[in-house]
């Protein structure tokens, strides 16, 4: 009963029952026939036709609406006037200026995480492997490819040693080095070279960018993490469908590094859906699955700071971009809220999504060059992705 009781909080938008085959991975989890998000009332058909951008009027600040019928909107990525869609087919668009300009496919289906590096797009996947996809230096609208994580050659080196082999659920054995459930979040330190994947297998792994080496695996929660943020000095935070948010801290290089528990920032009944921490890591935001965003500050040696009460349903994503903090819900709206010290005001309530917004992007306007002015994107569980402009001085 507490397996079902906490699957169900956790992961009601997105995952099936439990059938776990001998390698600990759940086959049903590669389809969401019959799994709560298709029984449930936030599932609804989207009216829209597919491969579109529709224009509307400026209502909300909605610019307009991306919509294809290939599935359930779960993973947004936007850099360099690029936005990137992941969803339950097996493509990956890109779009610029509200066009389609490229699509590239993995055989994995579902396309848990988006996060960019540079020229390089990692991509989290329903089958516990993050991909990486390079763009053309020549033209950034030409991707490629370029590896796997874990590559073939690491998973037969690492075979060959039966202390590679660590227990999974149901006392079952797997690879360290190899995530046994789907991928749900990505993070990346830029000055580290690192790549942080959190897994529904309740552990998160570090990997090597520049190698696609596995660095370490660090059993985490108790239940799926839902999200992991790697930010300045050393600190890791996790989140997982247990209800709790941790602190971790790293220490050492390459085969000496290790990730050591601090603290746990939360503990609750409700599962932790989301997390996100302010540039230059001086706020730490969690959403959770009662509709509330909680936040703790650094200055104050992460004490709880407060609440955000904005949503009637589970806090489903996080975005921060300069003052903002933008919360995404299975009620269908995100909130706007800007943060001047420790107080937070909600500008404004973006509406039009018929579904749970499950992904949130957030990139400066090209003309807003002292900053303030921001393009949202926001993917839904209703097959679309709308984009918005966001003022810091919205009223």
């Known amino acids: 009963m507490h397996s079902n009781k906490t699957n169900f909080k956790g992961r009601a938008v997105d995952e099936g029952e439990d059938n776990v085959d001998d390698n600990g991975y759940d086959s049903n ?26 224009n509307t009027s400026p209502e909300n600040g909605l610019i307009g609406s991306l919509v294809r019928e290939e599935g359930h909107i779960y993973s947004l990525g936007a850099a360099g006037g ?55 230096t020549k033209d950034p609208i030409i991707h490629k490819r370029i590896g796997t994580f874990p590559t073939f050659f690491d998973i037969l080196k690492s075979s060959m ?41 309740r552990t998160f792994k570090v990997w090597k960018m520049s190698n696609s080496r596995c660095l370490e695996s660090v059993k985490a929660h108790d239940d799926a993490v839902n999200s992991v943020v790697s930010t300045v000095e050393g600190l890791v935070f996790t989140g997982s469908a247990e209800g709790s948010v941790k602190v971790w801290k790293r220490e050492g290089k390459g085969k000496t590094m290790k990730h050591k528990y601090v603290q746990t920032l939360l503990d609750q009944e409700c599962a932790v859906t989301a997390l996100v921490v302010s540039k230059g890591g001086s706020v730490v935001y969690c959403g959770s699955s009662d509709g509330i965003v909680n936040f703790w500050e650094r200055e104050k040696q992460f004490s709880h700071a407060g609440v955000l009460k904005g949503h009637k349903l589970a806090v489903l994503c996080l975005a921060v971009a300069g003052n903002l903090v933008f919360s995404g819900s299975a009620d269908k709206t995100i909130c706007v809220w800007k943060r001047e010290g420790s107080m937070h005001t909600c500008l404004s309530v973006l509406t039009g999504h ?42």
Not at 163 to 188: F, Q
Not at 375 to 380: A, H, K, L, N, R
């Open 29 to 54: 989890r590669m389809s969401d026939e019959g799994s709560p998000l298709t029984m449930s009332p936030w599932n609804q058909t989207c009216p829209f036709q597919p491969s579109s951008w529709s």
């Open 82 to 136: 690029l936005l990137y869609t992941g969803s339950d087919s097996k493509n990956i668009h890109v779009w610029k200026n509200m066009k389609l300009v490229t699509t590239f496919k993995s055989n994995s289906g579902l396309v848990k995480a988006v996060i960019i590096s540079g020229d390089k797009i990692f991509t989290g996947h329903q089958d516990g492997k993050v991909r990486v996809w390079k763009s053309n």
């Open 161 to 201: 040693k039966s202390k590679n082999y660590v227990e999974v659920k149901r006392n079952r054995t797997a690879l360290w080095i190899k995530h046994c459930d789907a991928i749900s979040c990505l993070s990346i330190n830029e000055e580290e070279g690192l790549l942080y994947s959190g897994s529904w297998d």
């Open 354 to 395: 018929t579904g749970p917004v499950k992904c949130v992007a957030v990139e400066k306007e090209a003309e807003s060059s002292n900053g303030g002015k921001w393009v949202v994107y926001s993917g839904s569980l209703d097959k679309s992705v709308k984009v918005w402009s966001v003022s810091e001085q919205l009223r």
